[in-house]
């Protein structure tokens, strides 16, 4: 099994704040990167990378994929206190299955 | 949009006891998969079913049996309850067409064993 590892684990800023989340990732049959987000049910997707170097943006919210060195990161600019959540990076392997890191708790204060 | 529903959103066993979770998906999704989510262990694929007919086993498979009803339903059995199924188990579904495996998820099933 692949293993996905994601850094921090927990992470409390202010508002306002940039935030930058890590993932790294194996290698074996990659074929694509997710991140999701979880707030307190269902986690929802945000972002999915299959090319190195492209950021994917959307809002406050970007992402990157560098397949060199097997990792990602998702930004957050001006972080808002909605955006605390659990953010969820996944790697995409044959077979369609995605092999999930721990997450990262994001924590935004007022 | 309903999107994926599971049923129920809470349950309590006692150990041994059985019970079966339910997901449906209104999206024609033809690939569907059953997740438990463990503090500090993210989300570990239990089963899965990339299409109508077939099931296959993921990370954590034990003590867990699923069935494949129709397109749209994916069920997910645990014959014999045991403490160390306390968990909340996820739903998804995915389609492999333009949307290139990207899940969705249903809104969980809290469950404990005691």
């Known amino acids: 099994e692949d293993k996905v590892v994601q850094s921090p684990l927990s992470l409390v800023v202010h508002e306002g704040d940039t935030v930058t989340l890590n993932c790294s990732y194996e290698?074996?049959?990659?074929?694509?990167l997710l991140w999701y987000k979880q707030e307190k049910k269902a986690p929802t997707f945000l972002f999915m990378l299959?090319?190195?170097?492209i950021e994917k943006k959307s809002g406050r919210l970007s992402s990157i994929l560098d397949k060199k060195e097997l990792f990602s990161i998702l930004n957050i600019t001006a972080t808002q206190t909605g955006d605390s959540a659990v953010y969820l990076c996944?790697?995409?392997?044959?077979?369609?299955?995605?092999?999930f890191g721990e997450g990262t708790q994001l924590t935004v204060n007022p | 949009n309903a999107g994926v529903t599971q049923t129920p959103k809470f349950q309590v066993l006692k150990t041994g006891q059985s019970m079966t979770l339910q997901c449906a998906q209104d999206?024609?999704?033809?690939?569907m998969y059953w997740y438990r989510q463990d503090p500090g262990m993210g989300l570990r694929l239990i089963y899965y079913?990339?299409?109508?007919?077939?099931?296959d086993k993921g990370e954590v498979p034990n003590g867990y049996n699923v069935s494949r009803l129709n397109k749209r339903e994916f069920s997910l059995r645990l014959e014999s309850a045991a403490p160390s199924q306390t968990s909340v188990y996820f739903c998804?579904?995915?389609?492999?067409?333009?949307?290139?495996?990207?899940?969705?998820f249903g809104a969980g099933t809290r469950l404990s064993v005691l």
């Open positions: 998804a579904s995915s389609d492999r067409g333009v949307a290139k495996n990207i899940q969705y």
């Open positions: 290698v074996t049959n990659f074929r694509s």
């Open positions: 299959t090319s190195s170097g």
């Open positions: 996944a790697e995409e392997t044959s077979g369609s299955r995605l092999t």
């Open positions: 999206m024609n999704h033809n690939s």
């Open positions: 079913s990339a299409s109508e007919g077939t099931t």
